[in-house]
Every structure is written in C-alpha cells, then in structure tokens.
C-alpha cells in the first residue's frame, strides 16, 4: 500500500452498467479499486474490462478488502450500483451498504451509479458454495446469495 498516497484510492462496487462508467472521471492521481464481486465475480471481471477499454488499470480487490483501505485513509470515493433509488434509500448490489457505512464513518462521498439491471434478487444457494467451478463448503450444506440490499439515505450522505 506504500504505492497510493493518502486518499487517492476510487472504489467500485457491483455490476456497474458501462454506460454509468463511461461517466466517471478519474484525476491522473486517483485510483480505481474494483470489488471482486463474489460470489460470481462478474462484477470485478466485467468492471474491470471497462477500465481497460478506457485506458485505466484498475486494481481488483477482494470484497473484504476495503475495510482496510478505509482504516488506512486511502479511500476517496465510493461508487456503488444501484437499481433503484427513492427518497428513503438506494437498493443496490449486495455489498454497497457496508461500505455506504464506512463512507460515512470516514467522510467519503457516495456516488450511485446505474447497475446492470438484474432479472432476480436471489442466487444460486450453490455459487456461495463453490468458488471457480471447485466447491469449497461440504456437500449437504446449504447457502444464501441475496444479490442486492437496501442502503438507507441516512449513508447516501444525501
């Protein structure tokens, strides 16, 4: 981390469309941190080729990683994608609302930008169960893959 000056970190969050990326602006002194997005990784793998397109090496980042980024003041901004919002919150992909709250614990503006439209709010049980194809959790056991969440107002920093 003796790379990236004091925030000079942008993180990204779910499956962010490429239109809403296409938006962003980063400064020559910014980085893009993308969440891998398990527990399909679509989100880091499709992320990630956008940035590449625009000319910009991102740095893909396990899902638990950003607490430390934020514990180390690093962090910037935050981008979250969000397939809905209204005036009481944001419901967007799972994962967004913890780091909407370590935003607003750190000082961090939120920005939502337009996710990938999802056709359903749950997973396969079996993907959290497996990783790359190789299952990781003992046969019999039994999963939960919510893929969005609420994110109240009151971490929207609006």
Same mark, same amino acid.
């Given at each position: %981390?003796?790379?990236?000056?004091?925030?000079?970190? @942008?993180?990204?969050?779910? +499956? +962010?469309?490429?239109?809403?990326?296409?938006?962003?602006?980063?400064?020559?002194? #910014?980085?893009? /941190?993308? @969440?891998?997005?398990? !527990?399909? =990784? #679509?989100?880091?793998?499709?992320?990630?080729?956008? /940035?590449?397109?625009?000319?910009?090496?991102?740095?893909?980042?396990?899902?638990?990683?950003?607490? /430390?980024?934020?514990?180390?003041?690093?962090?910037?901004?935050? /981008?979250?994608? @969000?397939?809905? #919002?209204?005036?009481?919150?944001?419901? @967007?992909?799972?994962?967004? +609302?913890? +780091?909407?709250?370590?935003?607003?614990?750190?000082?961090? !503006?939120?920005?939502?930008?337009?996710?990938?439209?999802?056709?359903?709010?749950?997973?396969?049980?079996? %993907?959290?169960?497996?990783?790359?194809?190789?299952?990781?959790?003992?046969?019999?056991?039994?999963?939960?893959?919510? =893929?969005? #969440?609420?994110?109240?107002?009151?971490?929207?920093?609006?």
């Amino acid at each position: %981390m003796q790379d990236y000056k004091a925030r000079s970190i @942008c993180l990204f969050q779910g +499956l +962010l469309s490429a239109d809403s990326l296409s938006k962003v602006k980063l400064l020559k002194s #910014e980085h893009a /941190f993308v @969440c891998e997005g398990r !527990p399909s =990784l #679509e989100a880091g793998r499709t992320t990630t080729a956008i /940035f590449l397109k625009k000319g910009i090496t991102p740095i893909v980042i396990s899902d638990n990683m950003p607490g /430390f980024l934020f514990y180390k003041g690093l962090v910037k901004r935050v /981008f979250l994608a @969000c397939q809905y #919002e209204d005036q009481g919150g944001a419901l @967007c992909d799972t994962g967004a +609302l913890i +780091l909407a709250v370590l935003a607003q614990k750190h000082k961090v !503006p939120v920005t939502l930008l337009q996710a990938v439209r999802r056709h359903r709010f749950l997973g396969d049980p079996h %993907m959290v169960a497996s990783f790359e194809g190789k299952r990781m959790a003992p046969k019999g056991t039994r999963g939960y893959v919510p =893929l969005v #969440e609420w994110v109240p107002v009151r971490y929207l920093g609006k």
